[in-house]
């Protein structure tokens, strides 16, 4: 059976038809000032992962020492002009897409779709690239991984989604631009109407200065989504996946 695990951040396995495809691969302890809460990532997860999907530049979604855990025989997608940046985490395969460009691997087809979310690498310095979202294809199941996004029209026509992951919240204590707080997600699926909605990006990364004060991962982003989604978009499967769980998806 097809399965989701959620790893923390935006970082998600996904099981399709026996394909393990790995997003924004983030799978250390810490970044920066930024901890870990929660469990950390099984230390067999590198070896698992048979396609990894990269959003963006961020330093958050785009963690070099990170992808250097992976086998360099593991291809990867990302967004058109990031080769020179994946590179550094390892010379493996990469397909480069940009916005309603396709590309088929291992089997699966992977869509680049809009993202609202700027494409430096860092503090606005270099020459940006654009960040993507991704529709996934495989085994008649379509799902959405947003990567970092805030909301667009264009998410009205991403076409019947089975599975979507929405990033609610930023990490620590605020959101900035270019995410989704639990309103706005909720407005995000209003507009996609998956038959399952699982919201990934929260607390799974907290600065350390104020860790003692949350020893937990910050849970209130996903319970608030889904409580405004439950009137909202009542027929939507809104499932909280805690960093480290999975979830079963019934058959598409």
């Keep these: 059976m097809d399965r989701l695990t959620y790893i923390g951040h935006a970082s998600a396995l996904l099981r399709l038809d026996g394909v393990a495809i790995l997003t924004d691969p983030m799978l250390r302890g810490w970044l920066g000032p930024l901890k870990r809460q929660g469990p950390p990532p099984d230390h ?17 979604h785009l963690d070099l020492r990170s992808l250097r ?9 990302a967004p058109r002009g990031a080769s020179k940046w994946v590179r550094k985490g390892g010379d493996r395969p990469i397909e480069e897409i ?27 310095r270099g020459r940006p690239v654009e960040a993507l979202g991704y529709l996934i294809r495989r085994g008649g199941r379509t799902v959405y991984f947003a990567g970092d996004t805030d909301l667009f029209p264009e998410m009205s026509e991403l076409g019947q989604v089975g599975v979507a992951l929405l990033p609610v919240w930023g990490w620590g204590p605020s959101v900035g631009d270019g995410h989704l707080d639990p309103e706005r997600a909720v407005r995000a699926l209003e507009m996609i109407r998956p038959a399952i ?56």
Excluded: C
């Design 44 to 60: 067999r997860l590198p070896e698992k992962a048979d396609l990894v999907l990269i959003s963006h530049l961020h330093l958050d």
């Design 69 to 77: 855990r992976i086998p360099e025989s593991t291809p990867a997608v």
């Design 98 to 124: 940009g916005i309603g460009e396709t590309v088929s691997m291992l089997g699966t087809e992977i869509t680049g779709v809009r993202a609202t979310h700027d494409g430096y690498r860092n503090l606005h």
């Design 197 to 252: 909605a699982v919201p990934i990006h929260w607390g799974t990364f907290y600065p350390a200065g104020l860790r003692r004060f949350r020893p937990e991962p910050l849970i209130e982003p996903p319970l608030e989504f889904k409580r405004l989604a439950n009137t909202a978009a009542p027929e939507v499967e809104v499932r909280i996946v805690q960093p480290g769980g999975t979830t079963e998806l019934e058959p598409a």
